[in-house]
């Protein structure tokens, strides 16, 4: 069964610490993305992958760093430095990057940080 | 920086009317793509136009691609409940993944 996981789905964290979002798919996509969801804002993108042991910042990835060690695998730490954290964050992949494929999302995971 | 706005963000129908959302980009799009998220999910793929003026149906959704590929609508046709969620389009600006969203048009449904 083909898809994005993501977890956990609800995280609670005290204010100054780092935090990593975990973000795994089987669908052999080449391309993975992070984007924030804040009511009433659309999805934000953090950072995406374009290929294993590349990535590139996107329009607000101040505060937060990611890693592309393997192409299943595409983790967001949230670190101290984002000064407001608290948000829904979604995964998403596509097959690659170079053509406007759809995306395929993760469930998510609810970041409250207090 | 690129912009991509949708109208209305709310709207609150009575079962059996019709729904229409427009996203007006501030740049010329190369495609755009429609994504729908019911309450509590993520966003699900819909569809993606690419040419001008390019019309596509899917049953009771018509989605439309403007002739300058600067905007584009979704119009539903005949609501039912199972239609409840929020619409998003995405543009993309270029020949590659990266789309821009717009905020969203959450449709609310009364049976």
């Known amino acids: 069964d083909g898809g994005i996981t993501q977890s956990p789905k609800y995280l609670f964290r005290k204010e100054g610490q780092n935090v990593t979002l975990s973000c795994e798919q089987n669908l052999n996509h080449d391309a993975m993305y992070w984007y924030r969801q804040d009511p009433g804002q659309g999805l934000r993108l953090i950072y995406y992958?374009?290929?294993?042991?590349?990535?590139q910042k996107g329009d607000i990835a101040e505060g937060y760093s990611v890693s592309r060690e393997k192409k299943e695998s595409f983790p967001l730490t949230v670190t101290s430095a984002q000064k407001n954290p608290t948000a829904f964050y979604l995964c998403a992949s596509s097959i690659d990057y170079r053509t406007p494929y759809e995306q395929y999302f993760g469930p998510g995971t609810r970041l409250t940080v207090t | 920086g690129q912009q991509v706005m949708q109208i209305p963000q709310y709207q609150h129908v009575q079962e059996g009317e019709d729904f229409t959302t427009y996203c007006n980009s501030s740049t010329t799009l190369s495609n755009i793509q429609w994504y729908k998220q019911r309450p509590g999910g993520h966003p699900v793929f819909l569809i993606q136009l690419v040419k001008s003026g390019e019309v596509k149906k899917q049953k009771r959704l018509t989605f439309q691609f403007g002739e300058a590929k600067k905007n584009s609508s979704l119009h539903i046709t005949a609501t039912q409940t199972t239609d409840v969620g929020t619409y998003f389009c995405a543009g993309g600006s270029s020949n590659t993944g990266k789309l821009i969203f717009g905020q969203g048009t959450t449709l609310q449904v009364k049976p």
């Open positions: 992958s374009q290929i294993v042991n590349d990535f």
